[in-house]
Structure formats: structure tokens, C-alpha cells
């Protein structure tokens, strides 16, 4: 199965795209969509958009997975990062991709094994897990890399509970 993670935001959109074969996991690319500050925000929006197209295009995975908003104590801030999430689900579901979406908690117990990890220890992980060289760079790739493996380890557990 191939997923794509996504981390939303409006400056820069991480992603991760990952092979999961049984309980093996393979990289296949990753990195981020920027966006110009001082920018309209609608320009940046559209951006976001048509480069999430053209990556669903490059790597075809079979479903995107989205962190879900962590609420901000900055009402702008978290508007903002709002309508990226927004845009980069609208571009998913126009890809025809299976969309799923997992909290930071979950993220963080599936892939480090504990809900409150620090973000160092996610990183780290993903590092591991991925069988990189180096944790990936900027943190809203190494996080868009974690949302996937998520999503990949939430496969295993409903192939086990459905077997049962």
C-alpha cells in the first residue's frame, strides 16, 4: 500500500510518501510545498493546492492521511493553517484518494509508543523506522513521515482486529 502524509500548513505543507508491505516500510519520497509570505493568502491556498496535484500525480499513492488540527491558542494562526489542511483534503479527495486523519496523540502512540512523546522522539523514530540517514528536514517533513507511518501502523491493528 502506498500513503501519502500530510502536515498542513500555510508557509510549509510537509509530505511523506511510504511503502507498507506487511510490517515493512519503505521511503519512497518526501519533502514540502512552500509558499511565499506576504502572499495572498487565496495565492498561497491555490499553490498548496496544484503542488499536492502534481505530487499525487508523481507518486500515485492510494490514500492521503492528514494530521488533524492541534488547536492554537492564536485564532489567526490556527485559520490559517486551517484552510491549508482544507485545501490539501480538497486536493486529495479530487485526486480520488481514501482520506484519513489522525490526531497528534495518536500519531505520536503509534509511532513512538507514547501519546505525549516530545517531537525529538517522533523524529528520531521516523528516522529509524524509514531506515534514513538523517532525520528528515524541515520538522513539517520528518511530521508529514510520521502521519504515514501512522496511518500504516492503524492498518496493521484493523487487519488483526478484523481477523479476529
Do not use: W
Not at 506487511?22 to 519512497?28: D, E
Not at 482544507?86 to 497528534?104: C, M
Not at 540517514?133 to 513521515?145: G, H, N, S
Amino acid at each position: 500500500m502506498r500513503i501519502i502524509g500530510i502536515d498542513p500548513g500555510i508557509a510549509i505543507t510537509g509530505y511523506g510518501v511510504i511503502d507498507k508491505n506487511a510490517n515493512n516500510y519503505r521511503p519512497v519520497g518526501y519533502g514540502m510545498v512552500t509558499t511565499q509570505a506576504g502572499l495572498d493568502t487565496y495565492k498561497r491556498l491555490v499553490r498548496i493546492y496544484n503542488d499536492l496535484m502534481q505530487i499525487f500525480q508523481q507518486y500515485k499513492p492510494e490514500c492521503a492521511v492528514v494530521e488533524e488540527l492541534f488547536f492554537n491558542k492564536n485564532t489567526k494562526t490556527a485559520m490559517i493553517i486551517g484552510q491549508a489542511r482544507g485545501v490539501a483534503i480538497l486536493a486529495a479527495a479530487n485526486a480520488g484518494l481514501d482520506i484519513h486523519e489522525y490526531t497528534p496523540l495518536q500519531i505520536k502512540q503509534a509511532v513512538v509508543g507514547y501519546g505525549r512523546a516530545e517531537k525529538k522522539q517522533v523524529q528520531i523514530m521516523v528516522k529509524l523506522l524509514l531506515a534514513l540517514d538523517e532525520i528528515p528536514k524541515p520538522d513539517d517533513v520528518a511530521d508529514a513521515l510520521a502521519v504515514a507511518l501512522c496511518h500504516g501502523s492503524s492498518c496493521k491493528m484493523q487487519s488483526i482486529l478484523d481477523r479476529s
